[in-house]
């Protein structure tokens, strides 16, 4: 089955509902029949899980069952009984280490190599890149690797912004990736403004939503991507 | 030797040259006679290390001498011939990183515990703590742990600040680091807005420059210190 991801850069966008701006390609992604979707909570820090897994099947149950991986013994076990996945935001850190504890990284890229329907908001849009190098948390707690899901090739930023940060004597978000791809000049980062996504249907990888995209890559300038662009040369 | 430290949230305040706004409390630190000063510069990333040593020797040279670390084919050699040690400000995973890699985390740990003056900035004062865990830097490399240099027990988080945040998604400062407390309940954290730092003299450590800092610990509402306040409680 081919490679079937929604990886979006935040839960929302000013003045929508929770997952509501990516309702179409959600229906893209999980198709016309009920789908059980293993849902994994692990970035939450200072909410439950349970409060979490209710956020979502408001937002995306309906016709679909959403199973919070945090209620079976043995959180992988939720993967063999469901037939999409989906990584909720939050703290990158928190959901690496917890991924990584659960052995829930590598089960999970089975699956989704396997051609499991795979989606992800911020910290799990995050995960979706080789490394959780270009997430904007706080490192509140060390995982045993900084190794994610790799399930594309490029690095994401989630929540990517163009303003000057929140004081002066910061970098801008831009600088940032730039320190980045000068210390990893073998990758690449595709900076996600809210409102936009990522959609990989096989070989293709297509710019979704309603704002533009920006790629960094190591003595190339930053470039900038519209919603529809055809960017399957980062997958 | 009583422990002698200078820890600043950031090199400069709005309107102060590199380092100026400590300049009392460098000179304190230093004291009268002309001191060898060991100068680790791994945080810069894109800019040279060179380069970075000389804005260092504008800013504190003076009748001191700067040595720049990465001079010397064994940096870890540089703090033999040191009396003293600073760590400049940047990217806090480069940092950690590089002293790791060049074994000087325990070296420098070990010259500070037995009085060799330490003074950090920034991403600097951030290693002075237990753990890297509450930087605000982008995780651009993987260190071989989070351990840092542990010269306090609580946690810094430099360049603190009250405002809201960079993009309306997105947590405030404070949110981030109660994130951190309460998965590290043993843990606490004094957050130092620019132009504050922390003097440690022997066994007392006191708040100084001209803003306030704001504590953090799991179970207890935020507490401000001012200027001038005994924080020794934090050693």
Same mark, same amino acid.
């Given at each position: 089955m081919p490679l079937r991801l929604l990886l979006l850069s935040?839960? &929302? #966008?000013?003045? #929508?509902?929770?997952l509501e701006h990516a309702r179409e390609q959600i229906d893209w992604l999980l198709g016309s029949s009920p789908r059980r979707i293993a849902f994994i909570p692990y970035a939450a820090v200072r909410f439950s899980y349970d409060e979490y897994e209710e956020i979502v099947v408001k937002g995306i149950g309906g016709d679909h069952e959403v199973m919070? %991986?945090? &209620?079976? !013994?043995?959180? %992988? !076990?939720a993967l063999e009984k469901a037939d999409a996945i989906a990584i909720g935001g939050g703290n990158t850190f928190k959901l690496v280490h917890d991924l990584q504890h659960f052995g829930l990284m590598e089960a999970i890229k089975e699956r989704a190599q396997q051609g499991t329907p795979f989606m992800g908001w911020s910290a799990g849009s995050n995960v979706a890149a080789p490394r959780l190098c270009t997430t904007n948390d706080m490192p509140i707690i060390e995982p045993a690797s900084f190794n994610t899901l790799g399930l594309i090739s490029t690095q994401i930023n989630p929540h990517y912004i163009d303003a000057h940060p929140d004081h002066h004597m910061g970098e801008t978000r831009e600088e940032r990736l730039m320190e980045y791809i000068s210390l990893n000049p073998e990758s690449s980062v595709i900076g996600l403004r809210e409102g936009s996504m990522l959609k990989v249907d096989g070989a293709v990888m297509t710019l979704e939503g309603s704002a533009m995209a920006r790629y960094f890559k190591e003595g190339e300038e930053p470039r900038e991507y519209r919603p529809g662009s055809d960017v399957s040369f980062l997958l």
């Open positions: 935040s839960s &929302r #966008t000013h003045g #929508t509902d929770y919070g %991986v945090h &209620r079976f !013994d043995e959180p %992988v !076990d």
